[in-house]
């Protein structure tokens, strides 16, 4: 990939896209009656993490207007992107989008719920994988979120009681889940997800200010808690966080394996190690990737600013050959757009409900 200026400007603006697109058994407080819960879950599964981030953390549940606890319903647990959180959502109560979308689908004869979840890191994000670098990311989902989601609320009874959903590194994580946890999640629902790392990731780490990270600034960047310093490059710092989600060094927890050596030259070692957790990737080697009853909702941006759109069609084109329950939806515009009309549309076919479009916030 050419390195002039005027293309690393606009890869540096595709990389704000990326962060700033989600930016959007505990204890329970309300905000205005069923509308909103905010719940704290006291990240048991996330204790002692090698980064010092919080254990405890806040999950914040979308409902229909005038829900109550005890009504049996469907639910949606969500993954923001990269940087992500429900700390964005919960100041913004019903004005956030996520109530938009639930108050929508009640509507037109679908409701759910829907609980927004906090995966942030050290490094910006999470791809809500286990990892000794970071975390255990996926068990905090599976093994500690949606227990207290249980134990709060009253679930639908049938196969679709729980899917799980998300955008970007969001959709990476919920398909990795809906993979690994295949009798907790019976559909996912991936926008825009991470995936073909050769075209979506392998332009990011190849350029410049990644290739000039020092073995001092990695040194910094995994130092403990309180005295570490992440480099000042956006760039840079995405490209640390993924490769402590993907390439953890056993036994040296917090430590991942750079993707070039101290002289600068590549490491086709390290990548392969990205690639091997590649969701196109899992899907190819593993029959088995999905479970047969498991319903797989893809999408990617016609103008997808990462390319996540050609991974999310060649997934959908792999899981057909397999009879999967699958479709592949390509939206206009680009990565992070339309994401309330997105997940609309994705839910409706989950639960095989047509469902009007949603209009568009004012």
Known sequence: ??????????????????????????????????????????????????????????????????????????????LPGWGGSSEDVIPQGRGAWFGRVLDHLAAEGLPLRLAVVD???????????????????????ADEILPALKARYAFASGPLSC????????????????????????????????????TTHKPLVTQLSVRAVTRA?????????????????????????????????????????????????WRAEAWQRWLDLDPLNVAHRRADAF????????????????????????????LKERSSPVTFYEPPDGHGAHLPERLVRGLSWVFGKPVGDIAPAR
């Not at 995966?119 to 989902?141: E, H, I, K, M």
């Not at 919920?174 to 995936?195: C, I, K």
């Not at 990617?300 to 390319?307: L, V």
Request: charged content about 20%; glycine content about 12%.
């Open 119 to 141: 995966g942030r890191s050290r490094y910006g994000g999470s791809q809500f994988l286990n990892s000794s670098a970071t975390g255990n990311y996926a068990d905090y989902v």
């Open 1 to 78: 990939m050419t390195n002039d200026d005027g293309a690393r400007d606009c890869l540096t603006r595709a990389v704000c896209v990326l962060v700033c697109v989600a930016a959007f058994a505990g204890s329970f407080g309300h905000l205005r009656a069923a509308e909103l819960d905010v719940v704290k879950v006291p990240g048991t599964t996330l204790r002692g993490n090698p980064l010092g981030d919080p254990a405890e953390r806040r999950v914040a549940v979308f409902a229909p207007e005038g829900t109550k606890a005890e009504a049996p319903m469907a639910m949606v647990i969500y």
């Open 163 to 198: 899917l799980i959903a998300g955008h970007s590194s969001g959709g990476y994580g919920a398909l990795m889940l809906a993979m690994s946890r295949q009798g907790q999640f019976a559909a996912v629902v991936a926008l825009s997800p991470d995936s073909d790392f050769e």
């Open 291 to 318: 479970a047969p009853s498991q319903r797989i909702y893809l999408d990617g941006a016609a103008h997808d600013e990462f390319g996540a759109n050609i991974g999310a069609r060649k997934i959908n084109e792999v």
């Open 217 to 265: 600034e990695l040194d910094a960047a995994t130092a403990p808690a309180g005295a570490f310093r992440l480099p000042d490059d956006g760039l840079a710092r995405l490209v640390m966080g993924l490769c402590a989600n993907y390439a953890p060094i056993a036994g040296q927890p917090g430590h991942f394996e750079w993707l070039y050596d101290n002289a600068g030259q």
